[in-house]
């Protein structure tokens, strides 16, 4: 008996560990919707790009898509990363007929996952003209304000700007203080100059960086201050640079708004929504360097009820931006969630995605449309397809991959969902035998924890395997049983 009882927990321990780890592939891993690359005549090496799309250890097999049509990844210009371990894919040698959406499926016997569309876009970026280092003579105190002048590039590219040592030119630190500030469109502002900011040994580099550089950037111009001492402890404050009156931002973006004052003490800056509350919990913390140390209000995630009239002020003066936010789709909460449930059961997807115009929702299964599918009344969508209801659910025909997409004239958004239909014999999840010890006249309730699907039945049995009988007053019985008054040590026997 003991050897019979130690093989089934042995089988149910087997199967518990299978069942957690068993169902459709889960992606971990993908590269953006947007991929830049460029080619680079003098280094090949830097040419290489790498399409991710990495799933977990469930997955059985990877192909790709490009256009809508099945890409053949066997070529010297395209290898498998990691093949048969990895659905990335390595353009070793990218040129202009790579170009083109990519998307990736990861598949095994329960379904498949996608990825979202990824855009390879060829992009280029040219270099700064050489200039010697400028010298700039400026007092104590003064605002300044340095420009830099992009080179040409596709996409537009984007000014940084570098603390560089004179004494040795591969220590560059980035520039990260409160009265020094880079604006939106790449000037360096000084609220208010220090005399440390003319070190001899300083100079403050601009620098070109762009998706097609994939982290690097190019160096361009090179200024060092001159700083004359000053008595003056007082200047005016003054507007420098602000964003303009009226700003547009997609829903699910980022909003970031500025206010860049001059003036000696430094100006502290108080940002203010007039037509409501400030979205606290979506904002970047006012006092770190990401949000310039107050200067920049950012927004995290925006929502459509973040348009309205925002304020700064700093001393005196006052700045007003007006922000309207265009509704690309966008996830109200959170995208559809992985579900697990028994052969059987009802299950449910949501799709609440949110947007103006209203996004239209679409449902896939394993990479095809609902719609393409056999017709199955099981399957209802409800809220103008926000949720997609499975009656019944079949462990053969349900288990697998949804894709949920919500798009609308101004972008979409995309995401998987897990359906995992559980289909096997009910088990114990308890010793096989238990025994209580009981005072008289007391309750007691015996358990009955059983996992199955579809849903088992459980009857109780007394010890000659006889079906319990159900005394009113004295005991009952559903998944459980409460005995009000057993003298000896109960066992009691569950079976199904």
Known sequence: MRLVIAQFLLITQVFAAQKNSIG???LLEQSGEEVWYHLDDEDLLKNRLTLRCEADENTDRYSWLKDGEPFVIDSEDVLWEKESQSGSIVFTKPHASHQGYYQCFASNIFGTALSNKM??????????????????RVKEGESLTLNCTPP????????????RSLDDSSVIETIRSRHITVDNEGHLHFSSVELSDGKATLVYECAATSPVLRGEYRSGDRIQLDIEPSQDKSHPVKKMSVSPSEVTVRAGGQLKLQCIFGGRPLPTIFWSKI?????????????????????????????????????CRGRHLVHTVNVRVMAAPFWEFDPPRDISLPEESTGELECLAGGQPTPIITWSMNGKFLHELAEDSRRVLLDHGRILRVRNLNHDLDTGV???NASNPLGYVFANAFVHVRAHAPFFRMPAARHWKVVLHSTVVLDCDVDAAPEAMVRWVDAD???????????????????????????SKPAI
């Not at 040409?152 to 603390?163: A, E, H, M, S």
């Not at 037509?275 to 913390?285: A, T, V």
């Open 402 to 404: 949804y894709q949920c």
């Open 119 to 136: 855009h390879l876009r060829l992009g280029s970026l040219e270099h700064f003209p050489k200039r010697d280092v400028k010298l700039l």
């Open 152 to 163: 040409r590039g596709t996409p537009d590219p984007k000014i940084v700007w570098l603390y």
């Open 465 to 491: 395997d006889r079906p319990l009988q159900v005394v009113e007053g004295k005991n009952k019985a559903s998944t459980q049983i409460d005995i009000p008054d057993r003298q000896a040590t109960p066992t």
């Open 275 to 311: 037509d409501g509350e400030l979205p606290k919990s979506r904002i970047k913390d006012l006092t770190s360097h990401e949000s310039d140390f107050g200067r920049s209000l950012i927004v995290e995630n925006v929502h459509p009820d973040d348009a309205g009239a925002y304020e």
């Open 24 to 26: 459709p592939p889960k």
